[in-house]
């Protein structure tokens, strides 16, 4: 999996890792966050799940962070050996 900038089209921002699947839904993110003032908060808001599908109509496009997130980012990813819910 790639970790990688999302926009969404309603104007979020998110990093995860991804990977994109040939059929919809077309994402399947990995420990999602959403990025709001350059801080990194839970995404989804409201739930303790760990993965998220997208639909390819909610993406507006995905791109490589910056150093500085991406840091923020990996240094706040659950431990290796977390199962994944």
């Given at each position: 999996m790639e970790i990688k900038l999302i926009l969404l089209r309603n104007g979020t921002y998110l990093i995860s890792q991804i990977s994109e699947m040939e059929m919809e839904p077309s994402a399947f993110l990995a420990d999602p966050m959403e990025i709001v003032d350059g801080e990194l908060r839970q995404f989804p808001r409201y739930?303790?799940?760990?993965?998220v599908l997208l639909y390819?109509?909610?993406?507006?496009?995905?791109?490589?962070?910056?150093?500085?997130?991406?840091?923020?980012?990996?240094?706040?990813?659950p431990p290796d050996d977390e199962v994944l819910q």
């Open positions: 739930s303790n799940q760990r993965n390819s109509e909610s993406l507006a496009t995905l791109a490589t962070p910056d150093p500085e997130i991406l840091s923020e980012y990996q240094a706040n990813l």
